[in-house]
């Protein structure tokens, strides 16, 4: 795969070769498919893919994997791809749900896509492949606003236990200021919880079944039940472990079925370091094409984490063809240290990887290998990807922190994450900027720009500080009103949706709510509108700035500042 990206268009007139080729031979294994394989390269190319488009759309109507992977590559190209619009539309309807977030990135504004989309989240029993539900909520929620016609179909949506956590998602995009709405969101995701486990005694009986289906779910849950079971503190009998688990994961590694031996190499990341007996066979079978092999890379940081035997596997699987691969060595080599120089090359063609968390993974660990600095940019970039992933938040705190001085690019972002939802971070981030800019206003009670940890309520005295005309803020509600001064909109909308759902118990906020309404950023200013008549139903104190943003330049801002207007009004 490294291969194909290093040669970027040069590489297109071969795939595209492959991806109309063995017409005559449909319906095989993915695997051994050429068509399916090319598709796969080609949706991992990105915008180089264009000039493979009329290719593209025809493999839509090929078979399941390569239609699937034909409609990722055209998603990936975005814009220039409308000329596949029609025909992706033909594909959503027709099963392929993979076509939904592709149109979502292609042509969000296409007037047809929200109802196309609602017709297949309405279909209960889907035919085809790509979770055509699911990748309808997904796209939904990526069109924002603009999808408001969906709220009723996703809150039908966040009844069903499988799609409970893709509605509420989509949900929160859309609908972040309806109270009503969150609140049903909040209830769905509460009820969200996976079943509990089966017993370890239960899972290791099960894990004998001649049933390959329900043997190969039981060894899965079995990792997955010690690791929980020594979570919440249980002392695991050793001898449970070394004469019933081992042995019966060792059998299973060797197993023919390749589905069995990636079962029982998953499980061996639940079982941690007592499956270290197990290394040898783990890593000869990642030595293989066995599709264990990406389990095996991902385990062996719970397993034997520095062992130095797994670094000759490490180094190859940096050019692997899969981007699971790639990222796990990565992440693996990060814990070597200097000790995994001979990784250096690979990891700085891994910069340039397709994948953001790929590319993520060889930046730490260029870092922790070779003090190459890393690029704040690949960090922000995965931050944006995943909200709420806060290893990658630590992982900038720690890295930053340790080049101390030199990294004054990252100073913004150490400053929004001293008001981020984990304490940890928000600790994490204090002590990397105090490394790295000691004298930072933000670090100073005393300064009009200090920026104080949710958890630490100011004293009168540091209030006073900041201005004789400041509000107080409130401590119940001073974490959330302290990300409404973050630069980050995500943020800072979080923050707002969440005093949306408190209504009338958030009217301490509403000086802080207020001058809001004069933000730069019209999506603010439309979110704060939106929320004012659940926060002050009788509108005592927000009318007047209400009328005032009906004059905003904004549609949306002033659409909603009508809706609240009238909202009030009806309930004096």
């Known amino acids: 795969m490294n291969a194909f990206r290093e040669m970027g268009t040069n590489a297109i007139p071969f795939l595209r070769e492959k991806l109309v080729s063995s017409f005559g031979q449909r319906f095989q294994r993915p695997g051994d498919n050429p068509r399916s394989k090319a598709a796969w390269i080609l949706s991992h190319l990105g ?62 504004n296409n007037p047809e896509l929200v109802p196309a989309l609602i017709d297949v989240l309405k279909n209960a029993n889907p035919q085809g492949l790509g979770q055509p539900r699911v990748n309808a909520a997904m796209a939904l929620g990526r069109l924002g606003k603009k999808a408001a016609a969906a709220i009723p179909a996703l809150r039908q949506a966040l009844t069903e236990r499988d799609m409970q956590h893709f509605a509420a998602q989509a949900l929160r995009r859309i609908a972040p200021g309806q109270a009503e709405v969150m609140a049903e969101v909040d209830a769905a995701m509460q009820q969200h919880r996976p079943p509990p486990l089966p017993p370890i005694a239960e899972l290791i009986d099960q894990s004998k079944s001649g049933d390959m289906h329900q043997r190969r779910l039981a060894l899965q849950n079995l990792g997955s039940a010690v690791a929980m079971a020594r979570f919440k503190g249980a002392q695991l009998p050793q001898e449970q472990i070394q004469n019933q688990i081992l042995p019966l994961l060792s059998e299973a590694l060797d197993d023919s079925d390749p589905n069995i031996a990636q079962a029982a190499a998953y499980a061996c990341s639940g079982i941690g370091k007592d499956a270290q007996p ?25 397993i034997a984490p520095g062992d130095k035997r797994a670094l000759p596997l490490l180094f190859d699987a940096l050019d692997d063809w899969s981007p699971g691969t790639r990222g796990n060595a990565a992440a693996q080599l990060r814990e070597y240290g200097p000790e995994a120089r001979e990784a250096v090359p690979g990891l700085q063609k891994l910069l340039k990887d397709s994948e953001p968390w790929v590319r993520l993974n060889a930046s730490i660990a260029l870092w922790n290998i070779a003090r190459q600095p890393p690029s704040i940019a690949v960090f922000i970039e ?10 990658v938040s630590l992982t900038f705190c720690k890295v930053f922190g340790e080049m101390g001085p030199g990294a004054k690019e990252a100073v913004p972002t150490l400053r929004d994450f001293l008001t981020h939802w984990s304490p940890k971070v928000r600790e994490q981030a204090r002590a990397a900027l105090q490394k790295v800019g000691p004298n930072d206003p933000a670090l100073n009670p005393k300064s009009e720009k200090a920026i104080l940890a949710p958890d630490v309520q100011p004293t009168q005295k540091s209030l006073s500080a900041q201005s004789s005309n400041s509000p107080t803020i409130p401590a119940a509600l001073g974490p959330t009103i302290r990300k409404l001064r973050t630069r980050d909109p995500e943020t800072r909308l979080d923050a707002l949706e969440e005093l949306g759902r408190k ?35 009788k509108g005592s104190e927000v009318v007047q700035h209400l ?5 905003d330049s904004d549609e949306e801002v002033r659409a909603n500042a009508t809706l609240s207007l009238e909202r009030i009004d009806k309930a004096k």
């Open 382 to 391: 995965r931050l944006q990807e995943e909200e709420n992933d806060d290893f």
């Open 503 to 537: 209504g009338v118990e958030a009217r301490e906020a509403l000086p802080f709510l207020l001058p809001l309404l004069k933000h730069e950023d019209a999506e603010t200013r439309a979110y704060v509108a939106a929320m004012l008549a659940d926060v002050d139903p």
């Open 47 to 108: 915008p180089h893919t264009a000039t493979a488009l009329p290719d593209l759309i025809a493999a839509l109507e090929d078979d399941d994997f390569v239609a699937i992977y034909a409609a990722d590559a055209l998603g990936k190209i975005g814009s220039p791809a409308k000329p596949a619009v029609p025909a992706l539309f033909d594909a959503l309807r027709f099963g392929n749900g993979r076509a939904a977030p592709a149109l979502a990135n292609i042509d969000p």
């Open 278 to 302: 197990l290394l040898p066979k783990l890593l000869a079978l990642a030595r293989t094409d066995s599709p264990a092999r990406n389990n095996v890379l991902g385990s062996l940081l719970h």
């Open 547 to 551: 009328r005032a943003a009906l004059n």
